[in-house]
């Protein structure tokens, strides 16, 4: 399998849910900017969409959209219970989640990160994402993770975007449960040879 990705990109979800599965798969860089993979590959001609992530499976079939991806990884290693079983209420409530970040959290950035959009715009997203945000720390002061007691694909999910706060100038301080989680996901060695990989790592 290969995984098209961009250093920090929401591919960095399913880099991390990759290594925390054990699931091997060729990395291969995507510049945003030019639509070229690191090679000169016109990545349109992988996913049309121009976007990460995108896995290409051994068949050749290509699958795109992050919480599809990370579920697929989940379930090729059943035993090390990244997901629920598919069809069980927890299956449900794990892509409940992944919507939630999926919608109300990496969506709201978008305007965040484009220099067209008015100050007094971005004003207002920012508001927005930081409601988001407090009612996730909310859950987060009640347990470790965002599926209860143990780590899951929707963690991956949220830590990366999580994790594009500051670029945008939001301040995660004021929700002490949600720093620490941060810092609680990022001491995952998965998540930190995901970071090196990347080259994230400071």
Not at 79 to 93: F, I, T
Not at 97 to 114: A, C, G, Q, V
Request: net charge negative.
């Amino acid at each position: 399998m290969k995984l098209y990705y961009s250093p920090g990109a929401c591919s960095l979800s399913p880099h991390i849910v990759a290594i925390e599965a054990g699931v091997l798969m060729e990395l291969v860089r995507v510049d945003l900017g030019t639509g070229q993979t690191e090679s000169g590959e016109d990545y349109r001609k992988i996913n049309p969409d121009g976007y990460v992530p995108a896995l290409v499976l051994a068949d050749g079939d290509v699958l795109t959209e992050g919480p599809a991806i990370v579920q697929y990884l989940a379930d090729q290693a059943v035993d090390k219970e990244l997901a629920p079983v598919y069809g069980s209420r927890a299956r449900y409530r794990l892509m409940q989640w992944l919507n939630f970040i999926s919608t109300e959290l990496h969506k709201t950035y978008s305007p965040l990160f484009d220099p067209r959009v008015p100050p007094d715009c971005k004003a207002q997203f920012t508001e927005r994402l930081a409601e988001r945000f407090a009612h996730v720390a909310a859950v987060l002061e009640t347990q470790p993770y965002l599926m209860g007691e143990r780590f899951s694909v929707a963690d991956a999910y949220l830590f990366t975007v999580s994790s594009w706060a500051p670029h945008v100038g939001l301040d995660l301080s004021p929700w002490p449960a949600l720093t620490a989680y941060q810092g609680r996901v990022a001491a995952r060695p998965a998540v930190r040879q995901a970071l090196a990989e990347e080259g994230l790592l400071k």
